[in-house]
């Protein structure tokens, strides 16, 4: 599928773990407090809205932190 939205190419990592999991870390390009994905993939698995709050939560504090560092 189609991602949601765009990622940093060089920064994506995989790992296998225990031989049965494997973990994919992507960087979005965007990565404002206001750009919370809905979903990893366009139209599919989209988060509960619980979760999408949670995480928009976090993206915020996120920046809030960046903008009081001097």
Do not use: H, Y
């Not at 960087?27 to 407090?33: C, G, L, P, S, V």
């Not at 920046?63 to 001097?70: D, G, I, K, L, S």
């Amino acid at each position: 599928g189609k991602l949601f939205g765009s990622t940093v190419r060089d920064e994506a990592t995989w790992t296998l773990e225990d031989k049965k999991l494997i973990r994919i870390v992507l960087m979005k390009t965007n990565r404002d407090a206001g750009n919370c994905w809905a979903s990893l993939l366009e139209g599919e698995f989209t988060a509960d809205p619980w979760v999408q709050d949670q995480m928009q939560r976090k993206l915020t504090l996120e920046r809030f932190q960046r903008e009081a560092r001097p």
